[in-house]
């Protein structure tokens, strides 16, 4: 094999899946598309192309092609909470019938491997955390795991294997569906400013200075979030956010040089049934949305406007999901799942 050129040699790993790599352990990150799909005390994933595979799939060919997944601690986890997935690694939230203990958890399901995080020293009540974030800070080389407790922010680093405090912010977060999104290389939510009649305002976080910022929602989308909800998603590599209401407006945030401001860039329109509780799984380069409305899943394809139900109501005992890459992300943790005996003791620990 030294005699191939290290080009090609790269362009035959890549073709391969990650179980086979697995057998001669290089570093690399593979691509392969899989739905990660959260129930009360039960993990499965569905296996599919590209995104616009969807389409041509039916709800009964979902439930037949889903497989279960044995994530770390199954046999004593009374429930589990699927918070994100990020290139390839699950960050999990499990609950235990043994003990009142909750921990949160971060796992490769292509390698088996696990790590069970530290407890957090100064958000003691689990269930009063109002925003959860998993993602990758490009910026430290770094995988990170963000609280938000009333307005105390935490940082996880799987680097250090340490929890940080974050000074105080004038930011609240108001719902746990209101999921984060990485754009620039930082995350962003939706939040309510405390300070200005409890007004909804974008916010992100720089993790390197431990910075906050605040970017004013388009006055037409504030009008209409009295009784609707807006949520954050890159299309096309710009952020954008998305209000619901009759229709959706997608509105994308601009830099002329000298400011930001918010355009409409397109409205989706679909049936009033639709409404309610809603959250981007998924987007395309081309501008394609995967969202998921009350437990169901939703496409909408931007080329021709058009709305499609991809999963009916019998599916709604899947509380979450994700779109999850295969990958060779370690942990550096050296648990790997089945480990009984390791579980065991851990959980009673």
């Not at 362009?11 to 799909?37: A, E, F």
């Not at 109501?313 to 295969?326: A, G, I």
Request: hydrophobic fraction near 35%; include cysteine; glycine fraction near 4%.
């Amino acid at each position: 094999m030294s005699s191939i050129p290290e080009e090609i040699y790269h362009d035959m790993l890549l073709k391969l899946s990650v179980k086979s790599l697995l057998t001669c352990n290089p570093s690399l990150i593979l691509n392969g598309y899989t739905r990660i799909r959260n129930c009360d005390t039960s993990l499965y994933s569905i296996d599919h192309d590209p995104l616009q595979s969807l389409l041509s799939r039916s709800t009964d060919d979902f439930i037949e092609c889903a497989a279960e997944l044995d994530y770390p601690f199954k046999l004593y986890a009374k429930t589990i909470c699927l918070i994100g997935c990020c290139d390839g690694l699950l960050c999990l939230c499990l609950s235990f019938n043994l003990t009142a203990r909750k921990t949160f958890c971060l796992w490769n399901p292509a390698t088996k491997e696990y790590k069970d995080l530290p407890k957090s020293p100064d958000v003691h009540d689990v269930d009063g955390i109002s925003s959860r974030y998993f993602c990758y800070d490009s910026k430290s080389d770094n995988y990170i795991l963000i609280i938000w407790h009333d307005n105390v922010v935490q940082v996880y680093s799987l680097k250090s294997d340490l929890w940080k405090t974050m000074d105080i912010v004038p930011y609240v977060h108001y719902t746990l569906d209101n999921s984060g999104v990485l754009f620039n290389g930082d995350p962003h939510w939706i939040s309510i400013k405390k300070q200005d009649d409890y007004q909804k305002i974008v916010v992100s976080l720089d993790i390197s200075t431990e910075r906050f910022k605040g970017i004013e929602l388009p006055k037409e989308c504030l009008e209409g979030l009295a009784h609707t909800d807006a949520i954050l998603v890159v299309l096309e590599g710009s952020l954008c956010v998305l209000n619901f209401n009759v229709c959706i407006d997608v509105w994308v945030l601009q830099d002329d040089g000298v400011e930001e401001f918010w355009t409409r860039r397109f409205i989706i329109n679909y049936e009033s049934e639709y409404g309610g509780r809603m959250r981007v799984v998924s987007s395309s380069t081309s501008g394609d949305i995967l969202v998921e409305i009350n437990d169901e899943l939703y496409y909408y394809g931007h080329k021709f406007g058009t709305v499609r139900k991809l999963y009916s109501r019998s599916l709604r005992c899947w509380r979450r999901v994700e779109q999850y890459f295969e990958s060779l992300v370690s942990l550096g943790a050296g648990s790997y799942v089945p480990e009984k005996d390791r579980i065991e003791e851990s959980i009673h620990t």
